[in-house]
T-cell receptor, first 114, second 110 residues
Framework: DSGVTQTPKHLITATGQRVTLRCSPR?????VYWYQQSLDQGLQFLIQ???????AKGNILERFSAQQFPDLHSELNLSSLELGDSALYFC?????????????FGQGTRLTVV | LAKTTQPISMDSYEGQEVNITCSHN???????ITWYQQFPSQGPRFIIQGYKTKVTNEVASLFIPADRKSSTLSLPRVSLSDTAVYYC???????????FGKGTRLHILP
């Protein structure tokens, strides 16, 4: 158990809909990262938050947005969903004051758009 | 993060030692080398990190030569359950996006 909690584990929705994925980081971790992983594809970095502020952006579509709340949990909002948005979405949090690249991942949310 | 190069895939047999090498010619002075393991449909898991020489934990060993331009992840006596994708990352997390490359897909055969 990494200590990072993602909900829901599975989500099935229709094209055009909007969904919200939730992530609770490890206790004390201030950084949260979001990734998308399509079938047999690599991990695509979407966005990073640090203590409530957006820190870095990757290949995140304009239809997607995220935020980190004062209690440090984060939400990833996906709107106007398309079939191609079907993927595993991972959240990770990182060690505060650590060194190197130490991130702890949740078990992911599997999104299926039908 | 520094650019890394690692083999796309490797096959080995149960009970063998597996070594996966990662090249990182542009490593910076304060960069650490970190390896992750990812099983299908699971999030990546941090397995080992080092700065120089050799680091060993209960899962793996990491060998880093003096010039630090490469590193080798060593998995002793692998089993079928070690079949996974292994990612090498080089950098310091604080101000960097944590970008994963394609990793090395390790397939352990019986």
């Amino acid at each position: 158990d990494s200590g990072v909690t993602q909900t829901p584990k599975h989500l099935i929705t229709a094209t055009g809909q909007r969904v919200t994925l939730r992530c609770s980081p490890r206790s004390g971790d201030l950084s949260v990262y979001w990734y998308q992983q399509s079938l047999d594809q690599g991990l695509q970095f979407l966005i990073q938050y640090y203590n409530g502020e957006e820190r870095a952006k990757g290949n995140i579509l304009e239809r997607f947005s995220a935020q980190q709340f004062p209690d440090l949990h984060s939400e990833l909002n996906l709107s106007s969903l398309e079939l191609g948005d079907s993927a595993l979405y991972f959240c990770a949090s990182s060690v505060v004051g650590g060194t190197g690249v130490e991130a702890f991942f949740g078990q992911g949310t599997r999104l299926t758009v039908v | 993060l520094a650019k890394t190069t690692q083999p796309i895939s490797m096959d080995s047999y149960e009970g063998q030692e597996v070594n996966i090498t990662c090249s990182h010619n542009n490593i910076a002075t304060n960069d650490y080398i970190t390896w992750y393991q990812q099983f299908p449909s699971q999030g990546p898991r941090f397995i080992i990190q080092g700065y120089k020489t050799k680091v060993t934990n209960e899962v793996a060993s990491l060998f880093i030569p003096a010039d630090r331009k490469s590193s080798t992840l060593s998995l002793p006596r692998v089993s079928l359950s070690d079949t996974a994708v292994y990612y090498c990352l080089v950098g310091v997390y604080r101000d960097d996006k944590i970008i994963f490359g394609k990793g090395t897909r390790l397939h352990i055969l019986p």
